[in-house]
């Protein structure tokens, strides 16, 4: 079988340290752990986590050498297992994991470096820093950019006067247009960055092209999942703001400013000049139509279409979106009646089997 992340060893009181976890009140500090696991799958060398409630069962028999607990569950950590209590378990899992599996958490790592590839396709006005790596395929175009550290996998294509920043990894089958890219930025294969937005004059003889003559701006640490597409602005920048993480398959339509740490799950379509806020959450296959303001802090579940604007802080569903509590509600309301439209259908058809 093999394997395609290979982990750097290390012992519980590394793991501890990095934490930031007091190492002198552990028993079997010189534990080594080599391994992440579930709960129910873990050994005496991974380490697990308990995030969810609904797994406590299996916290108590695991096997896991290191588990990573909450505190009221630390109880729960069976005899043979060292447990870690953090405030969140799961973030700190991710903190153990990246430094045991440092070349899962960052896709360029898997490269190493490489230097530019024969295969690729340099133009003498790009202008390329130390530590580039570049694989066959690849085409840069004249007065493009790319930073130290940045990977760029098999026949991507980087467009004139492109910039991308330091320590990036660009998958392969990827193209870049009229983009500006800052440090730290992963984006996955397929995905569609600067192309034209979805500009048109709409009249009778036909519809007039609109010339898209925007850019798109990506903050530092954004990450962009597989296949996703971001156009750029019409007469603005479209933009995607520091520390965002879009998922699989996102649509991002021209003029569109979104904030902060968002997070935007897959299959979303956020349609033209719409404007995100920071720390907002989207499920899968949210819909947002054009020209709204989505407030700082809004959480909105999958599935939902949003047709105008949303305070900072709310939390929506349905199709369209309105306040989640009122959505539920009405959701379970729609089940009384079905039940009762049911109920009173097989009542009248024993009514009438009976009087025969």
Known sequence: MPEFFRSSSRSVADIAALLSLDVSKLGEATRMISGVAALDRAGAQDVAFLENTLYKDELSKTHAGVVLVAAPFAA?????????????????????????????AHPGLIFGYNGISPGAS??????????????????????????NGTTIAANSVIGPQVRIGRN??????????????????????????????????????????????GRVIIQDHVELGANVTIDRGGIRDTIIGE??????????????????????????GIAG???????????????????????????????????????????????????????FREVAAMARIARQSRGGRNSGS???ESEN
Not at 125 to 138: F, K, M, T
Not at 295 to 305: L, Y
């Open 243 to 268: 520390g965002s993480k879009l998922d699989n398959m996102v649509h991002i339509a021209h003029n569109v400013v979104m904030g902060r740490h968002c997070l935007i799950a897959g299959q979303v």
């Open 350 to 352: 024993s009514d009438h």
């Open 168 to 213: 990036c990894h660009i998958g392969s089958n990827v193209t870049i247009l009229s983009a500006l890219i800052g440090n730290d930025v992963i984006i996955h294969s397929g995905s569609a960055i600067g192309q034209d937005g979805f500009g048109f004059a709409i009249g009778r003889q036909g519809h007039a092209k609109v010339p898209q003559i």
């Open 76 to 104: 729960l950590v069976p005899k043979g297992t060292v447990g870690l209590v953090v405030p969140h378990p799961h973030a700190a899992f991710a903190l153990v994991a990246s430094a045991l599996y440092p070349t899962a």
């Open 122 to 147: 340099v133009h003498p006005e790009a202008r390329l820093e130390q530590g580039v790596a570049i694989d066959p395929g690849v085409v840069i175009g004249p007065g493009a950019e790319v930073g």
């Open 273 to 327: 000049s719409s404007e995100i806020g920071d720390f907002v959450v989207m499920g899968g296959q949210v819909g947002i139509t054009g020209h709204v303001k989505i407030g700082s802090g809004t959480q909105i579940a999958g599935g939902s279409a949003v047709i105008s604007s949303l305070d900072a802080g709310s939390k929506v569903g349905g199709y369209p979106a309105r306040p989640i509590k009122t959505w």
